[in-house]
């Protein structure tokens, strides 16, 4: 994808995909520095949000993409459907490129729900601290380890690979 020079009008969809691309920069920026793992989640629930709306958002379109922060699963169904992404992604088999996807659908879920509005004030987010509901003990996400999002396991390194893929191919 060309970037456009700052401050160049452009429409909806160019606008989520560079900040898409922006905060993927962030991302992978933090993984390297160090810092605490809530703020690279952060980026991630960030960059997935508007990497869907890009994606859900045709070039042209005048008006912006509903404000919500569920939109990054709903991208990865309709994606599943579609021909093109399947052979762009390196997918010649549907229903293999069904079930990569379907196998990816709960954890892209569960980044949604990072965001703190989905959250809510009780529930893990990487940006704001929370109470858990059992132990009524305030929790703070530099201190919280996220384990269900470990960079390690399998689907963070396929769901990784899939939006640096999307981030490539997406126009």
């Known amino acids: 994808m060309r970037l456009k020079s700052k401050g160049a009008i452009m429409g ?26 809530c703020h690279r989640l952060h980026y991630m629930q ?17 008006t912006p993409a509903p404000a919500t922060h569920v939109a990054f699963v709903r991208m990865l169904q309709v994606l599943k459907g579609s021909p093109e992404f ?13 079930t990569y996807i379907n196998s990816l659908l709960d954890l892209a879920g569960r980044i949604e729900r990072l965001s703190p509005s989905l ?11 929370w109470e858990d509901p059992i132990t009524h003990t305030v929790r703070s ?19 990784d690979r899939l939006i640096r893929d999307l981030l490539r191919i997406a126009t």
């Not at 900040?19 to 520095?33: G, N």
């Not at 960030?46 to 379109?61: C, D, F, I, Q, V």
């Not at 529930?123 to 601290?129: A, D, G, K, L, S």
Request: aromatic share 12%; no cysteine; charged share 25%.
């Open 12 to 37: 909806w969809h160019e606008a989520y995909l560079s900040q898409a691309h922006s905060d993927y920069r962030i991302m992978i920026r933090l993984a390297a520095t160090g810092v605490e793992y």
């Open 119 to 129: 959250a809510g004030m009780n529930q893990p987010n990487p940006e704001y601290p």
């Open 141 to 159: 996400p530099a201190e919280y380890d996220f384990q269900e999002f470990d960079p390690r396991d399998p689907r963070m390194i396929k769901i």
């Open 86 to 98: 399947r052979e762009e992604l390196g997918f010649s088999d549907a229903a293999v490129f069904r």
């Open 46 to 62: 960030m960059l997935t949000e508007k990497l869907a709306k890009a994606m859900l958002t045709p070039a042209g379109r005048a």
